[in-house]
């Protein structure tokens, strides 16, 4: 069992940048693949990155790729995602997630979006 609590979310203008923190509690935190997906009314939650438990590994959706970073300090417990060259269309509230399963090929999750344990997300909005 993970808690999962987000911070970092905003208004922020085109072309800015925030960065997204993630804090878990619990389990050992190297116990887990973590991952962010992000959500707009009306619309299913999406993947947007995933890393693996070491944090060598990392997996983007393609929209994200080359703007987003995530990463993680496990001695922090901490999983980040740093967002780039933000545009309006990354408005949505954004999500945390942890899944055990940390031998699962990390490109499942986009097709998936399946993580056993969440947070309660935090908003990010993007101005033009």
């Known amino acids: 069992q993970v808690s999962l609590v987000e911070s970092g979310g905003e208004l922020a203008q085109a072309g800015g940048s925030l960065r997204l923190s993630c804090v878990a509690s619990?389990?050992?935190?190297?116990?887990?693949?973590m991952g962010w997906f992000r959500q707009t009314p009306g619309k299913e939650r999406v993947f947007v990155a995933a890393?693996?438990?070491?944090?060598?590994?990392?997996y983007y959706e393609e929209s994200v790729k080359g703007r987003f970073t995530i990463s993680r300090d496990n001695a922090k417990n901490t999983v980040y995602l740093q967002m780039n060259n933000l545009k309006p269309e990354d408005t949505a509230v954004y999500y945390c997630?942890?899944?055990?399963?940390?031998?699962?090929?990390?490109?499942?999750?986009?097709?998936?979006?399946?993580?056993?344990?969440w947070g309660k997300g935090t908003l990010v909005i993007v101005s033009s």
């Open positions: 890393v693996g438990w070491s944090g060598y590994t990392t």
């Open positions: 997630a942890a899944d055990p399963r940390v031998h699962q090929p990390l490109p499942n999750y986009e097709r998936s979006g399946s993580m056993d344990y």
């Open positions: 619990g389990r050992t935190f190297t116990s887990y693949i």
